[in-house]
């Protein structure tokens, strides 16, 4: 019997679903889980998550006191919802789920160590290993020197908005447990850069993870490479053997509907026999390709400001729902 392409990938690469979604998660059973800002956003907007919703919120309400601004409460609710959805979705698969840290952090060193203690403190309290967790933050160079104080630490972390290879370089070197370099967003940068589209092998987004995957395996790096943010199953073909891949469940599901032979496009044998310059890598020379590389450079920060505006519409949402919730006479709060 012949296999599907998801069938077929799984065998060379760890497939990890890219949703906060708890029904899709259940359909396509992947081994880990990535959510973000944006993902946890939409879940919350879904009605037959209102449960997990409004029971995060009353706790966040009954730790800040009846009293307490709505506002505040959607602050500390937000965090806890992902953490919520976070231990659900551990339920489900075998192995670790992301969680971003506030994206409004991502220049600030200090800040995300603390967020991050933050999330492990109430993963480990609902008596989830911190070795199931993986804390996602921004690929700056703040964010990358976080990281490298929490891996000390025995707290996983999971590099994100990754588009040049001076981000991964600087990771894979500050011990980082994993990167997601994002395909379709660079794609979309080149073409409305060049107006013109790309066949999936000549994809940029395609390309930018070849070559960070093959400068780890050449010079034997730890940190593992998972290409995020697909635009279709072709890209996800073209990387077929990297160490994972984290689809959407739609993409997920074409794989799961499309018969053929998935040829593996990556692999660590063939990247050790190639040559390739290695790269020294410090502040200087991160600021300095960072600051050559135009896309990157725009990709990063419009990232950042879009996981940022995605937190800013939670905290109205929760708020507001909040709100609601509390013009409601008491009975309506019975059987949570």
Not at 153 to 178: D, K, M, P, R, Y
Not at 215 to 231: L, P
Not at 290 to 307: P, Q, R, V, W
Request: net charge negative; charged share 25%; aromatic share 6%.
């Amino acid at each position: 019997m012949s296999m599907n392409l998801l069938e077929q990938l799984r065998e060379m690469t760890v497939v990890v679903a890219d949703t906060g979604d708890i029904e899709a998660i259940e359909k396509f059973q992947p081994r880990d889980a990535t959510t973000n800002p944006s993902l946890i956003t939409a879940a919350a907007e879904m009605p037959k998550y209102a449960g997990i919703v409004d029971g995060t919120l009353l706790d966040a309400r009954r730790e800040l006191g009846d009293g307490a601004d709505p506002k505040k409460v959607a602050n500390l609710a937000f965090e806890r919802l992902a953490i919520a959805f976070g231990r659900r979705i551990l339920q489900i698969i075998k192995g670790r789920v992301s969680t971003e840290v506030d994206a409004r952090l991502s220049y600030n060193t200090d800040g995300t160590i603390a967020k991050a203690h933050s999330i492990i403190s109430q993963y480990e309290q609902a008596g989830i290993p911190r070795e199931r967790i993986l804390i996602k933050i921004a690929s700056t160079w703040e964010g990358i020197r976080a990281a490298e104080v929490l891996e000390k630490e025995g707290i996983h972390c999971n590099l994100t908005l990754l588009f040049g290879l001076h981000q991964a370089i600087a990771c894979a070197e500050a011990g980082v447990t994993l990167i997601s370099p994002f395909v379709g967003r660079i794609l979309d940068w080149y073409k409305k850069s060049t107006g013109r589209d790309y066949a999936p092998a000549e994809d940029p987004g395609v390309e930018s993870v070849q070559t960070i995957y093959n400068y780890f395996k050449k010079f034997g790096y730890k940190t593992e490479v998972m290409g995020a943010s697909f635009r279709n199953i072709g890209e996800i073909e073209e990387l077929a053997g990297c160490d994972l891949l984290t689809i959407s469940p739609q993409l997920l599901g074409e794989l799961s509907g499309k018969e053929g032979t998935l040829p593996r496009k990556l692999d660590p044998a063939k990247s050790k026999t190639m040559s390739i310059d290695r790269i020294p890598m410090d502040k200087a020379a991160f600021d300095r390709m960072h600051a050559e590389n135009k896309m990157a450079s725009d990709k990063l920060a419009e990232g950042i400001e879009g996981f940022t505006k995605a937190l800013v519409h939670l905290e109205d949402l929760l708020a507001k729902r909040l709100t609601e919730m509390e013009n409601k006479p008491e009975p309506a709060f019975a059987g949570r």
